[in-house]
C-alpha cells in the first residue's frame, strides 16, 4: 500500500528555519546553572568546570537566556539556549552561568520551569567588599566614573531609581541584600537541587570547592584541576577604607544574619573590616 501523500499545506509549512529550532528544541536539557552575587567567583568555577571531563559549558559565560524576555519568549522555545551547546560531546552534563539570575526572582521560576530536575550552585560574598569590587570592576571599564561612596549615597537617596543616576541600575548595595534572594530561591527549588558556596572559603581552596560542585552535578570522582588562574579580575582603581566599610556595615547586619541561619555559615568575616 502506497505511503499516505502529505498535502500542500504540510510542504508550506515546513522551513530550514522551523526544522532547526525543533532539532534544537528536542536536544538535551542543561544540567546545571551556576548563579550568585557578582564577583564571587562564579567566572572562575565556571572556568574549572568547563574545564573537567565529561561537562560541557559554552565558550562565553552569561548566556542571560532565563533572564532576558525576547529570548525566553513565552517559554516553550528553547532554541536560543540549546544552540550553544550543540558541539557538546554526547552525555555531557552540560551548565552555563549567569549570576544575574538569583536576584532576578521570575529566572528562578523559569529555570524550574524549564527543567524541575535541574542543579543549581550559587555562590555569595561579603556584601560589603561585593559592592566596592563591582563598583571597582565597572570603574575600570569606565562605565561609572562616580566614586565609590558618591555612587552609593546616590543609590540610597534615590532608592535605585535610574531616573535619577543610570548607573543606579548596577544596584551596589541592593544586590548584596541575600536574604530575601535565598528565600526565593528555596521556595522554588527543594535544598538537594541547590549548593551554596561561600566565596571567602571557595577563595582558599579552589580545587576542593571545585571537586564538591563537580560531584554535587554528577560529575566524575576523580579529575585533573588546571592550575589556579585569576578570572575576571581587575586592579582596584583606588584603596578600600576601614571608615567606609563601617559606613556600609549597618545596612547590611540584619541580612548578614538572616544568611547565617540560611545557610549555617560562620560569617563573621564579612562583619570584619579589610586590612588593606
Not at 541600575?169 to 541592593?174: M, N, R
Not at 564538591?212 to 589556579?228: L, N, S, T, W
Not at 556595615?249 to 541580612?255: F, G, K, M, S
Amino acid at each position: 500500500m502506497p505511503a499516505p501523500r502529505r498535502s500542500a499545506s504540510a510542504f508550506r509549512s515546513w522551513s530550514p528555519r522551523a526544522a532547526w529550532r525543533a532539532w534544537l528544541n528536542a536536544r538535551p536539557k542543561l544540567d546545571f546553572v551556576i548563579i550568585g552575587a557578582e564577583k564571587a567567583g562564579t567566572s572562575a568555577l565556571f572556568y574549572y568546570m568547563r574545564h573537567v571531563p565529561g561537562i560541557y559549558g559554552p565558550i562565553i559565560k552569561e548566556l542571560n537566556f532565563f533572564d532576558r524576555d525576547e529570548r525566553w519568549g513565552d517559554g516553550s522555545d528553547y532554541s536560543a539556549l540549546h544552540w550553544w551547546f550543540v558541539f557538546a560531546p554526547k552525555g555531557a552534563l552540560l551548565g552555563e552561568a549567569t549570576p544575574t539570575y538569583l536576584k532576578n526572582y521570575r529566572c528562578l521560576e523559569r529555570i524550574h520551569r524549564y527543567n524541575p530536575a535541574i542543579k543549581v550552585i550559587a555562590l555569595l560574598r561579603s556584601p560589603v567588599m561585593r559592592a566596592f569590587s563591582a563598583w571597582n570592576f565597572r570603574r575600570a571599564r569606565l562605565r561609572d566614573k562616580r566614586d565609590f561612596m558618591e555612587a552609593v549615597r546616590v543609590e540610597l537617596e534615590t532608592g535605585g531609581d535610574i531616573r535619577a543616576a543610570r548607573e543606579n541600575k548596577y544596584g551596589y548595595i541592593a544586590t548584596g541584600h541575600y536574604a530575601p534572594q535565598l528565600a526565593e530561591l528555596f521556595r522554588v527549588f527543594s535544598r538537594e537541587q541547590v549548593l551554596l558556596i561561600k566565596y571567602e572559603a571557595f577563595k582558599r581552596a579552589q580545587a576542593d570547592y571545585v571537586r564538591q560542585a563537580v560531584r554535587f552535578v554528577g560529575g566524575p570522582e576523580d579529575f585533573p584541576i588546571p592550575k589556579e588562574r585569576r578570572v575576571n579580575t581587575w586592579s582596584y582603581n583606588r584603596k578600600w577604607t576601614r571608615a567606609e566599610f563601617l559606613q556600609l556595615l549597618p545596612l547590611y547586619e540584619a541580612d548578614i544574619a538572616a544568611v547565617e541561619r540560611w545557610t549555617g555559615w560562620d560569617c563573621s568575616d564579612w562583619r570584619r573590616p579589610p586590612e588593606a
